[in-house]
């Protein structure tokens, strides 16, 4: 697999890598190569991000904060805003909106 390549494999694991967050608050990012991802429903879409960026949201969920719950929500993948292509849609994700797999997207 390359860097420009998501795909799924028989057992419906998404094969690429994400930042994410496993424990305590101020932990860092650990990269893991093998996400799982959900079905994906009717309205829904799976995106593989080409680039993602950093913004405070992502620091403020990794250290905590002042309305931060007090046990971390875990696991939690970094990235809100990113730019990728579609790589699967929900059966009803195409009717409501003229995308198709393969259609650049950004996520912000």
Known sequence: M?????TRSA???????A???????SEPY????RIAAEDVGPLDVLVH??????????L??????????SQPLRPLIGGRK???V???LGIAAGEVSNIKVGDVIGLG
Do not use: M, Q, W
């Open 49 to 58: 991000i080409h680039y993602s960026g950093v913004c405070y949201g992502d």
């Open 30 to 33: 650990l990269i893991n190569s």
């Open 60 to 69: 403020h969920s990794r250290d905590g904060g002042p309305h931060a719950p």
């Open 11 to 17: 057992n419906d694991c998404y094969k690429g890598r």
């Open 19 to 25: 930042a994410v967050l496993k424990d305590s608050y």
């Open 86 to 88: 579609f790589i699967e």
């Open 82 to 84: 990113g730019v990728g």
């Open 2 to 6: 390359t860097d420009n390549e998501a």
